[in-house]
């Protein structure tokens, strides 16, 4: 397994850091920090992305690649950007599965973050 990000105390505040994109966020709150470099990692990758679609579109004007290209880099930003975020999350013997506050059912007055799950259908697809 590739370690992608740690979370650390240091100090007394917490640390995220991201090597991949050279990314340090400190703060008195974990969960301050996990919000902050989460929105900052999807930003990033989403500006990646449309420099990847915006580099094939003149590529394809100049004949070096071809719609196809295209599509598979759009698709690929779809299934990233535009699908409901959602996890497994194991809580000691528990299972639950974690969907992001967008799909979430507006009308419940409290609205769980997780919902529990059976442990043989911990793993859900897409939410790895």
Request: proline content about 5%.
């Amino acid at each position: 397994m590739e370690q992608a990000g740690t979370l650390q105390r240091r100090g007394g505040r917490y640390e995220f850091s991201f090597e991949e994109l050279k990314l340090t966020v400190r703060g008195a709150h974990p969960e301050w920090v996990l919000t902050a470099a989460a929105e900052i990692i999807a930003d990033t990758e989403k500006l990646r992305l449309q420099g990847k679609l915006d580099e094939l579109s003149m590529l394809v004007e100049m004949g070096e690649a071809d719609e196809m290209d295209v599509d598979d880099a759009n698709y690929a930003v779809e299934g990233r950007f535009q699908a409901l975020p959602q996890c497994s999350v194991v809580l000691g013997d528990t299972d639950y599965r974690w969907v992001s506050r967008q799909g979430r059912d507006p009308n419940q007055k409290r609205v769980p973050p997780v919902e529990r799950v059976h442990r043989e259908n911990a793993h859900l697809p897409g939410a790895d």
